[in-house]
């Protein structure tokens, strides 16, 4: 395994904050809380996700891309990329 870079540490930390939220959803439907509170904490467990995922793809191509493709504009390319990325899913 390659040494663990900022985006998948990142992607990690992410991932087990979401672990907890659904941990805590859990508990929260278990204790019949509000359906509207429910909901609320699934929608930011989805952001957490999203956001570990986008981690994700930056890893991939800032790594794994650059690896296979050598082309002398590939960070400004890739930078496009991920800007749209964030943009959609936002």
């Known amino acids: 395994m390659s040494s663990m870079n900022d985006e998948k540490k990142e992607a990690i930390r992410l991932l087990k904050t979401s672990r907890g939220q659904i941990e805590g ?11 509207i509170d429910v909901t609320t904490q699934i929608m930011s467990t989805q952001a957490i996700l999203k956001k570990a995922n986008m981690k994700i793809l930056e890893q991939h191509m800032k790594h794994c891309v650059k690896g296979a493709i050598n082309q002398e504009e590939i960070d400004s390319k890739m930078k496009e990329i991920i800007d749209v990325l964030k943009r959609m899913n936002k």
Not at 25 to 35: L, N, T
Request: net charge negative; aromatic share 10%.
């Open 25 to 35: 959803i859990i508990k929260m439907i278990e204790e019949d809380r509000y359906c």
